[in-house]
C-alpha cells in the first residue's frame, strides 16, 4: 500500500497540471493572478494606457546614438535604440527599417533585444518584426508574460496575429524568475492568450531537473477561462476506505451548459463515477448529479456482519442522484426543485457525498411550482423524506398555499393565508389525512421614527379529514389520544404589539450613542381541545429571544397551543460615530395568563406550572473591536428550573487568514424531549443526556507560505472527541501542497455506546499560475463535519 500511496502522490503531481476552472457561468473572466502580491516582485509590468484599436497604422517613434538613412525606404539606427509604436516598444544595438513594401515593413533586430507590449516581454539577440501586423520571430529567446506568472525559454520564439506565442524547443513555468521547481519542455510550445491556453507537443513535464511526465500532447490553463480539460485530483486516506484517489473531467459543452466526470477509486470499496451537470436556460440556474459506485466490496462486508448493528439494505450497488433548480422561469412564475436521494442507510456515512451531510437523518425530494404578483402567492408544492432510522415523518403530497394580500384599505393591512396538504406516512400503523386551512388577518399599524404599535385580529379554520384510523385508535384505545375522521377546529386570535426607541449620547465614551428598545406583546389565543387531531407537521419552536414574541409556540398547524400570554422585553445597542453597532443586550421574558395547552393531557415540560413567568431569554452581541466579536445566547425555563440552552461564540480574525474561534452550546435534556420524540420515549441512557459542547477552530499562519489550520469539538458530557481535524498547506510562488488529518466521528454501538471513529488523510497539490487556484484556506475549513461559519457576519 505504501508504494501505491507514493505513485498516487506522483500522479496528483503531474496531473495537477490540467487544473482547469469549472466555477463559473460568467464570459469574459479576468486573468489569472497570483494572490500573493510578492510573487509578482520580478514579473513585467505595463504602466502605461493601453492603446486599443489599430495601432499598426500609428507611427514609429525611434531613438538612438546614431542615425542613417538609406534613400528612399531604408533606416538604421545603432546604438542604445529605442523604438515605440502604440503599445509595443524595443530595446536593441542595431534597428534595421525596412519599409519598400507598405504592406510589409519589416524591422530587423540584432544584439542585446528587449521586446514588449501589454502581453509579453521578450529577449534574445536576432529578431525580425513586421510592423503592420505585429508578426515577430526572435532566436535564441527568453521570455515572460506581462503582469502575470510564467516566463520560458526557446530556440526560436515567433508572435503572431498579436495573440499566439509559437516556442520551437521551448519550455515554460509559472515559478518566479530564480526559482526552477518545475517546468515544462516541447518540441512546440504554442501560447494562446486571447484563450488563456498553453499546448505542448512532445511534452516533457520535470520537477526540478527530474522528468516524471512524458506526452505527445498537453493542453494547459493560463487563466480563468472556462473549457474542457482534467481538474485537480484529489488524494485521500482513511482508514476504513483506505486510498481514496479521484481525478475529474470538466466539460465545457457550451457557455450556459457544462458537466464534469469524476472517476473515483476506494482502495477497500471499488471505482465509483460521479458526474454533475450544470444548466443556465429557462428553467432557471439548476445542478443534476448521479454517482454510481457498482459491487461496493467493503459495504458487502460491513453488511454480513451488519456492523455497529445498522439496519443495511440489501443492495449491491450504491448511487445518489441530486437535483436542485432555484429561478425565475419568468417575472411571475418560479420552479424550485431540492431533491437528492441515495441507494440505502449507509450511502452519507460511507462516502461522504457533497450534496448531503453527514449527520442527516433523511433526504428530501421537494418539488414547487409558485406563481406570484402583488396581490398574490401561489405554490403547488410536493414533498418527501427518504427516512435512515426512523419511518415516522409525514410527507406533503401535495401541497397547495395560497395568499392573498390587501393593503389598499387606508390604514389597514389585510391578509389571508390557506391551504391544503395531503399528509401521508410510510408507517402502516400511521393515520393519513387531508387538511384544509384558511387564515384570514386584519392588521392596523401605526409607526413613526421612534415608536410602533401593532394590532392583529384573525380566525385560524381548519378541517381534517383522517383516514386509516382503526389500528391506531385501537392501539391508543385506554389514552386520551383517539383521532376522529373528521374534524372541524375554529379559532380566533388577537395580538398587540408595541415598540419605542429612546436614544441618546452616551456621556460615558465620547462620540457613542445608546439606545433603549422597550418591546411588549400581547397575544391571545382561546383553547381548543387538539387531542382528536393528530400531529402531522408541528414541532416545539425555540423560545430565544426573538421567539419570546411569536404568536405561536410551535410550527405547522396541527398544534396551536391556546396562548393568553404577555412577551416583554428591552434591547440597548450601542452605536460609535460611524454609526457602527458595537454591542447590543437584549432580555426579554414571557407570562402566561393562563395554562398554555392543546389538550386536557399536554404533554410539556411540567404539567404544574399554569401561570406565571415561564421563559427567560437574552441575546448578546459585543464587537470589542474590528477584529474581535462575541455572542451569546442564554434561555431559561422555570418549568425544569434551569437552563434551557445556551451557546456562546468568541472569535479573532484580524486578516482573512487569521482567526480563532472558541464556541461552547448547551442543550437541557428536558428541553430537548419537549422537540424530539426519541428522547420522549426512549429508556436509552443516549438519549437521557444533556447536550454540552466546546470546541475551538483555528487558521493562522506560521511562515510568509506554510498555514495551519485545525478545530476540536469535546462533548464534555459523553466524555468524548465530536469532531476534529489538523491541517497545513505550503505555498510559494510556484506550487503548493495541502495535507489534512481528521478523525472523524461517524458512528455508535447501541449496547455499549462506545463511539465510532474513521481517520482520514487527505494530500492536494497545485501548480501556480496554472488555471484558478481557489482559496484554500476555506477549502481546508470544509473538512470536519462542523463547518466554519464566520461570526462576524
Not at 454 to 461: P, S
Request: aromatic content about 14%; charged content about 20%; some cysteine.
Amino acid at each position: 500500500m505504501k508504494k501505491l500511496s507514493l505513485s498516487l502522490i506522483a500522479i496528483a503531481v503531474s496531473f495537477s497540471l490540467y487544473n482547469y476552472d469549472s466555477t463559473s457561468y460568467a464570459i469574459g473572466i479576468p486573468k489569472n493572478e497570483t494572490s500573493n502580491p510578492q510573487c509578482l516582485i520580478n514579473v513585467p509590468k505595463f504602466d502605461r494606457p493601453i492603446v486599443n484599436g489599430d495601432i499598426n497604422s500609428l507611427p514609429v517613434n525611434a531613438e538612438s546614438d546614431k542615425f542613417e538613412a538609406i534613400y528612399p525606404n531604408l533606416a538604421i539606427y545603432s546604438g542604445d535604440v529605442y523604438v515605440e509604436q502604440g503599445n509595443r516598444t524595443v530595446l536593441a544595438d542595431k534597428v534595421t527599417i525596412d519599409s519598400k513594401d507598405a504592406n510589409n515593413r519589416m524591422a530587423i533586430l540584432d544584439g542585446n533585444i528587449t521586446y514588449q507590449d501589454n502581453l509579453i516581454k521578450m529577449k534574445g539577440n536576432h529578431a525580425a518584426i513586421n510592423l503592420n501586423n505585429n508578426d515577430s520571430n526572435m532566436n535564441p529567446s527568453e521570455y515572460h508574460l506581462v503582469d502575470r506568472l510564467g516566463r520560458g525559454k526557446a530556440d526560436e520564439m515567433k508572435l503572431e496575429k498579436n495573440r499566439y506565442i509559437i516556442l520551437k524547443n521551448g519550455s515554460f513555468t509559472s515559478c518566479p524568475v530564480d526559482d526552477s521547481t518545475w517546468n515544462i519542455k516541447g518540441t512546440t510550445v504554442i501560447h494562446d492568450n486571447e484563450e488563456q491556453l498553453l499546448e505542448v507537443w512532445n511534452a516533457i513535464f520535470s520537477i526540478g531537473k527530474v522528468p516524471v511526465l512524458y506526452s505527445p500532447y498537453l493542453q494547459l490553463p493560463t487563466g480563468n477561462k472556462r473549457r474542457s480539460g482534467l481538474l485537480m485530483p484529489t488524494f485521500n486516506y482513511d482508514s476504513t476506505d483506505g486510498i481514496d484517489f479521484a481525478l475529474p473531467f470538466y466539460w465545457n459543452i457550451a457557455p450556459n451548459y457544462d458537466a464534469t466526470l469524476t472517476p473515483r477509486v476506494f482502495q477497500h470499496r471499488g471505482v465509483q463515477l460521479q458526474t454533475e451537470f450544470r444548466y443556465l436556460n429557462q428553467l432557471g440556474l439548476g445542478t443534476i448529479a448521479f454517482d454510481w459506485l457498482q459491487h461496493d466490496k467493503k459495504y458487502r462486508e460491513d453488511r454480513k456482519i451488519l456492523l455497529n448493528g445498522n439496519n443495511y439494505d440489501d443492495n449491491n450497488n450504491r448511487w445518489l442522484f441530486h437535483w436542485k433548480n432555484d429561478e425565475l422561469i419568468n417575472y411571475n412564475w418560479r420552479l424550485f426543485t431540492d431533491v437528492t436521494r441515495v441507494s440505502d442507510n449507509q450511502y452519507l456515512t460511507d462516502l461522504n457525498p457533497k450534496y448531503a451531510s453527514q449527520t442527516a437523518g433523511y433526504l428530501t425530494q421537494f418539488y414547487k411550482l409558485a406563481y406570484n404578483n402583488e396581490n398574490w402567492d401561489i405554490a403547488l408544492g410536493y414533498k418527501h423524506f427518504q427516512q435512515f432510522h426512523y419511518k415516522n415523518l409525514y410527507q406533503t403530497q401535495p401541497q397547495l398555499d395560497i395568499t392573498y394580500y390587501n393593503y389598499d384599505l387606508g390604514p389597514l393591512k389585510f391578509k389571508t393565508f390557506s391551504q391544503v396538504s395531503h399528509f401521508i406516512n410510510e408507517a402502516k400503523n400511521k393515520p393519513n389525512a387531508w387538511r384544509a386551512h384558511i387564515e384570514p388577518t386584519l392588521n392596523y399599524t401605526v409607526t413613526n421614527s421612534w415608536s410602533s404599535l401593532a394590532t392583529e385580529t384573525g380566525l385560524m379554520a381548519t378541517h381534517y379529514k383522517q383516514q386509516n384510523l382503526k389500528r391506531y385508535n385501537r392501539v391508543n384505545k385506554s389514552s386520551d389520544k383517539k383521532l376522529d375522521s373528521n374534524v372541524n377546529r375554529f379559532i380566533p386570535k388577537f395580538s398587540l404589539d408595541g415598540k419605542v426607541i429612546f436614544e441618546r449620547d452616551f456621556k460615558f465614551m465620547d462620540g457613542y450613542n445608546q439606545t433603549l428598545e422597550p418591546r411588549i406583546k400581547y397575544t391571545y389565543i382561546p383553547y381548543r381541545n387538539q387531542s382528536n387531531i393528530n400531529n402531522y407537521d408541528s414541532s416545539f419552536l425555540q423560545a430565544d429571544y426573538v421567539g419570546l414574541f411569536r404568536e405561536q409556540s410551535y410550527s405547522g398547524l396541527d398544534r396551536i397551543a391556546s396562548t393568553n400570554k404577555l412577551a416583554t422585553g428591552v434591547t440597548t445597542r450601542f452605536y460609535d460615530s460611524n454609526k457602527i453597532e458595537k454591542f447590543n443586550l437584549s432580555l426579554g421574558q414571557i407570562t402566561y395568563f393562563t395554562k398554555s395547552k392543546t389538550s386536557e393531557n399536554n404533554n410539556e415540560l411540567d404539567k404544574n406550572s399554569d401561570t406565571g413567568s415561564i421563559t427567560w431569554a437574552t441575546d448578546n452581541f459585543w464587537r470589542i473591536s474590528n477584529d474581535i466579536i462575541f455572542r451569546s445566547g442564554i434561555q431559561y425555563d422555570t418549568r425544569i428550573d434551569t437552563i434551557a440552552l445556551a451557546n456562546t461564540t468568541f472569535e479573532y480574525h484580524p486578516t482573512s487568514d487569521k482567526f480563532i474561534r472558541l464556541s461552547y452550546r448547551y442543550a437541557n435534556h428536558d428541553y430537548i424531549a419537549t422537540v424530539d420524540e426519541r428522547y420522549k420515549r426512549s429508556s436509552d441512557k443516549l438519549y437521557k443526556q444533556d447536550l454540552s459542547q466546546a470546541g475551538v477552530m483555528a487558521s493562522w499562519p506560521l511562515s510568509e507560505t506554510i498555514n495551519a489550520v485545525g478545530s476540536y469539538y469535546y462533548d464534555t458530557k459523553l466524555d468524548q472527541i465530536a469532531d476534529s481535524f489538523i491541517g497545513l498547506h505550503y505555498s510559494d510562488c510556484c506550487w503548493g501542497v495541502t495535507m489534512q488529518y481528521g478523525r472523524k466521528l461517524t458512528d455508535w454501538d447501541n449496547t455499549t455506546h462506545i463511539s465510532k471513529y474513521k481517520n482520514k488523510l487527505s494530500i492536494n497539490f497545485e501548480l501556480q499560475g496554472l488555471g484558478n487556484n481557489n482559496d484554500s484556506t476555506a477549502k481546508m475549513l470544509d473538512f470536519g463535519k462542523l463547518p466554519y461559519i464566520s461570526t462576524f457576519e
